[in-house]
């Protein structure tokens, strides 16, 4: 099992490296949060650690969505579905959560892209961003990001 002070060490390491390396979270577009491809968009979520590179503001999860989060809680081993005791969102619950975060319709835009090669971006306004801020051995904490720019 992975100690409390491990998490932290483990968090202050990653955000260390993370200014080193510069590092920035990850947008998402809607051709990410398909069933085939939310594994691999995920698996490229940076650990940021408590690093939050200049241009970004972490940003809690319950000021631009109906739930009562600071951050997402997500389960780390794949589950596509959790039990109902799980207190970590499960990729299916979290790809949902994102989902509605952009207010995609993924039966509209299946891949994210229109015809001519140009991404679309969403319904909303400003750019959102993800990157993990904690992460444990079964879940990780992935905290929400927003450009200062918009």
């Known amino acids: ?26 947008e998402f577009w809607p051709g990410d949060l398909t069933d085939a491809a939310i594994y691999s968009f995920c698996r490229g979520i940076p650990f940021l650690g408590d690093y939050i590179p200049r241009g970004y503001k972490r940003v809690s999860v319950q000021d631009v969505l109906p739930y009562h989060l600071d951050y997402f809680f ?5 589950a596509w579905e959790n039990t109902h005791y799980e207190a970590a969102l499960s990729i299916r ?10 207010k995609i319709d993924i039966q509209e835009y299946p891949t994210g892209v229109f015809g001519d090669g140009s991404h679309w971006r969403g319904g909303l306004e400003s750019t959102y961003s993800l990157g993990i801020w904690e992460a444990g051995k079964f879940q ?3 905290a929400l990001y927003r450009g200062t720019q918009w």
């Open 1 to 26: 099992m992975i100690t409390l002070e491990q998490i932290q060490a483990e968090t202050r390491k990653a955000a260390a490296k993370a200014a080193k390396e510069h590092r920035t979270p990850v």
């Open 140 to 142: 990780v904490h992935i």
């Open 93 to 102: 619950q979290f790809r949902d959560m994102l989902r509605e975060l952009y």
């Open 74 to 78: 997500v389960d780390a081993t794949g």
